[in-house]
């Protein structure tokens, strides 16, 4: 075994010393002892790729060398990182390091804290390039960039051009696009599951186009994407609703683009039915699936329901929409041998496995149905004097559900407002909150006024359904139990609940 002496010069200068100096400077060190020399003239020392290194290198991994040596470190490595890989593979090698010039030896006390030093710098550069990588990444993709991954089923690539930069974006293709619009039009139909959709697809030889099989979990996964859909403020909201963070303002979402859905920086749930801080971005390719149908299938991968034909009566027409206000998860049926005989817990609740504490109280399903059948008739009461529009055209249908867009978009706007207003009373001065007061006030009022006419204009638009919704209300007790999860479905977004209260989002 003999020592290793490295020199490197990248470019000649008077004021830069020489190879043959730096060896000179080496060979002292050796004291008597056999060595070898390695050198690379004309080489930066920003990375490794230096072929008298590399020679020098494999002797260490052969076992050829018991010690390196150099003028001075920055001769060897100007990178934090790439010294600190080195000196692993020294240390595997049982090679010690020296530096003549600047007293650096590894077979001492403090060349080795030199080395645990260079060590610390080394993870912090690591870390430091890794945030850059994901800060890059998410700068990207919030701007629309392709950021590569698995291809969707029903799109190809084609180039574009983002902000002066050239980059990818999704190209729809019509026959896989068929066969996808048929899969979400089939799930939205609640008497469809997902098991009936494959053996549809298998029975009717619709074979996938790439190849591969139909399966549930393929399909289920498509559904839940939001890549496929032309994204409106009913999009928006459902994701905002969930607690995705959006990127994209609510006036963006015009019923063209389809989503990027992104993990997220601080998103540790591995659920995916799980949205909290999630990262929405719009997409510039346009999507093909209408927002009520993605938004009905997706709602029922959310709320776990794959067929209402697997719902029995001891169940609850009120499963998939009642929450816990809590924690946000799903109220389940529990049954128990007790005059109630069924009531909801908390799917997260501690006797369950997870660690939410529940709602608060004992919630029985025969009361809360009750409860609900009362408060959905006094919904539909407030409405019984309107006059529903039967006939406006095409035309004048497309004017009346723009305008509506544009006052949900105002709405969202005017909540967003409240909430920034809101957030900066704490440490505010008396004259900056009565400020914010007043203009509260104004914005709240304004809110209610936009909510008023918003639930007038849905009303409106689906007077037929309603119609058809009192009439079975007025014959409940013969309903099926599909009827009632129809009925429910219509009305009810959600009903959350926690100590006690609840809380009622209608879609109308």
Request: aromatic content about 10%; glycine content about 6%; some cysteine.
């Amino acid at each position: 075994m003999y020592d290793a002496l490295y020199a490197r010069q990248s470019i000649e200068k008077k004021d830069s010393i020489s190879i043959e100096s730096q060896l000179e400077y080496c060979r002292y060190e050796t004291h008597g002892e056999a060595y070898m020399e390695y050198s690379d003239k004309g080489f930066s020392g920003r990375d490794t790729n230096r072929p008298g290194f590399e020679s020098m290198m494999n002797d260490i991994r052969t076992g050829k060398i018991k010690r390196v040596v150099v003028y001075k470190l920055d001769r060897i490595s100007r990178s934090i990182l790439d010294f600190a890989n080195m000196m692993e593979i020294f240390q595997k090698y049982h090679v010690e390091f020296v530096s003549s010039t600047e007293k650096f030896d590894t077979s001492t006390p403090i060349g080795r804290a030199m080395l645990n030093i260079c060590i610390v710098f080394a993870q912090l550069e690591r870390e430091t390039i890794q945030k850059r990588v994901i800060d890059a990444y998410y700068a990207r993709s919030k701007r629309g960039f392709y950021m590569g991954g698995r291809l969707p089923y029903g799109y190809r690539l084609t180039s574009t051009v983002i902000d002066n930069v050239r980059t990818s974006m999704y190209e729809e293709i019509p026959e896989e696009s068929e066969q996808l619009k048929l899969i979400y039009f089939m799930y939205a139909d609640t008497d469809n599951s997902l098991g009936d959709i494959v053996r549809y697809l298998n029975e009717h030889q619709i074979k996938n186009l790439r190849g591969a099989s139909w399966n549930t979990s393929r399909i289920s996964e498509m559904l839940r994407n939001p890549v496929y859909v032309q994204a409106d403020i009913d999009v928006y909201q459902f994701f905002r609703s969930q607690g995705a963070n959006i990127y994209n303002p609510a006036s963006d979402f015009t019923g063209y683009n389809a989503c990027y859905l992104y993990k997220g920086r601080v998103s540790t749930s591995r659920k995916q039915s799980d949205l909290s801080d999630k990262e929405i971005v719009l997409a510039p390719h346009k999507g093909f699936i209408p927002s009520k149908t993605w938004l009905a299938c997706r709602m029922r991968c959310l709320n776990n329901r794959q067929s209402t034909k697997t719902c029995k009566p001891k169940n609850s027409w009120l499963v998939g929409k009642v929450k816990c206000g809590n924690c946000g998860y799903a109220l389940t049926i529990r049954k128990a041998k007790t005059k109630w005989g069924r009531y909801f817990v908390c799917s997260q609740s501690g006797s369950c496995g997870g660690n939410c504490t529940g709602a608060g109280c004992t919630v029985y399903a025969d009361v809360l149905e009750e409860y609900m059948l009362g408060a959905i008739k006094e919904k539909l009461s407030e409405f019984q004097k309107l006059s529903y529009v039967t006939d406006t055209g095409e035309k004048g249908m497309y004017t009346f559900h723009k305008k509506n867009m544009t006052k949900e978009i105002r709405l969202i706007q005017v909540e967003e407002e409240i909430e920034e207003l809101l957030s900066k009373v704490s440490g505010a001065s008396s004259v900056l909150i009565k400020y914010i007061d007043e203009k509260v006030s104004e914005l709240d009022a304004e809110r209610k006024a936009l909510q008023k006419e918003i639930v007038t204009a849905n009303i409106i638009d689906t007077g037929g359904r309603l119609k058809q919704i009192t009439n079975h209300l007025k014959t409940w007790k013969t309903l099926s139990f599909e009827d009632r999860q129809a009925v429910v479905d219509t009305l009810i977004k959600v009903i959350r609940i926690a100590d006690g209260n609840i809380e009622i989002t209608w879609n109308i």
